[in-house]
């Protein structure tokens, strides 16, 4: 299956189930599966660490990260979020007529002021960090206020809460929990349904091809390791990371580990403040790196940040890294 055909299987879930464990730090929880399971509240669980429970289904809604504003509009809950924050690039076609109208408050995490303007009921943030004096508040705090607050599980870093590694199976597990959380319990068990479906129907590339997965960075790349979505994403599309023997999710390396893997193919990730024509710049303009077989072939595979960390995009991405590859072969054997 192609990158399109997962993108509108994405889509069509808009409108509106228990899954596998995802292994070391999963995010599941008996309680939230039985809640989502009977559609009722309160939906008690350990978020990272926190104990949140939710009483009702959050009525006013502040997104912060492209993930998780993504999450509930293909829940089809746009007409609950009140605000969404820190996005990190549009939204993908299949979400654009969902997202219509959508309030974004800040391109970067907002200050507390700004959202307790909102009035919500609910934070939903992609990042633990998101919630800090300097963000939008502390957890405790903002309980305090009678505000909720649900952190991304695959954005734990607490130990027995971080993800070890990232699997499908725990993306999955953060949208039947959103599922419970928001009272749609129904939408995210077709969503997860029809990710399920996506993945198994995607045809990984058959060659033994090894790939950097390039993040950001010019004098320090910043890399995909070996337990987090760029390794998740690179497994399912058949590319062997270069770094997948470094335990973490990203990391910085020297570019004469890049020189000296030599990968085949370069993944790109391409960011508004970090873009793929900088890097394929940075890297067509250094001598060191002008000599990797990648950069003398041009074998750049192009990605949208917001479909490389954990989320509901992360299938379509890894089909689309394998499109791109396997247009890259075809010009390699002409």
């Known amino acids: 299956m192609g990158a399109a055909s997962v993108g509108m299987l994405l889509g069509g879930c808009a409108g509106g189930g228990t899954v596998g464990s995802g292994g070391s730090g999963s995010s599941g929880s008996s309680a939230t599966d039985a809640a989502a399971a009977a559609g009722g509240y309160p939906v008690t669980l350990d978020n990272c660490g926190t104990s949140v429970t939710v009483a009702a289904a959050p009525e006013r809604i502040v997104t912060i990260k492209s993930s998780t504003t993504e999450l509930l509009l293909a829940l089809g809950l746009g007409d609950r979020i009140v605000g969404s924050a820190f996005l990190d690039g549009p939204l993908p076609a299949s979400l654009a007529a969902a997202g ?22 609910f934070i939903y943030g992609g990042w633990e960090s998101n919630f800090s004096a300097d963000g939008v508040g502390e957890r405790a705090q903002l309980e305090g206020l009678g505000i909720g607050s649900y952190v991304s599980p695959a954005a734990c870093k607490g130990d027995g809460y971080m993800p070890d590694p990232l699997t499908f199976d725990s993306v999955f597990a953060e949208i039947t929990q959103a599922g419970a959380i928001f009272g749609r319990a129904d939408a995210a068990d077709e969503l997860v349904k029809t990710q399920e479906k996506a993945l198994a129907t995607l045809v990984p590339t058959g060659t033994k091809t090894t790939a950097l997965w390039y993040s950001s960075g010019t004098d320090s790349p910043y890399v995909g390791a070996g337990i987090g979505s760029p390794e998740m994403i690179m497994q399912a599309a058949g590319l062997t990371n270069v770094f997948a023997d470094i335990h973490d999710t990203w990391t910085s390396v020297g570019w004469e580990s890049v020189i000296a893997a ?33 950069v003398k072939n041009q074998r750049y595979i192009v990605l949208p940040f917001a479909a490389t960390e954990a989320g509901i995009r992360n299938v379509e991405a890894a089909g689309s890294t394998i499109d791109q590859l396997t247009v890259l072969d075809k010009q390699k054997t002409k």
Do not use: H, M, R
């Open 100 to 121: 219509t109208g959508l309030n974004v408050v800040s391109d970067f995490v907002p200050g507390q002021e700004a959202v307790l303007a909102l009035a919500p009921d």
């Open 262 to 294: 030599n990968p085949s193919v370069i993944v790109l990730v391409d960011a508004t403040w970090n873009t793929a024509a900088s890097k394929i710049a940075t890297l067509e303009a250094n001598p060191a790196t002008q000599e990797l077989d990648a």
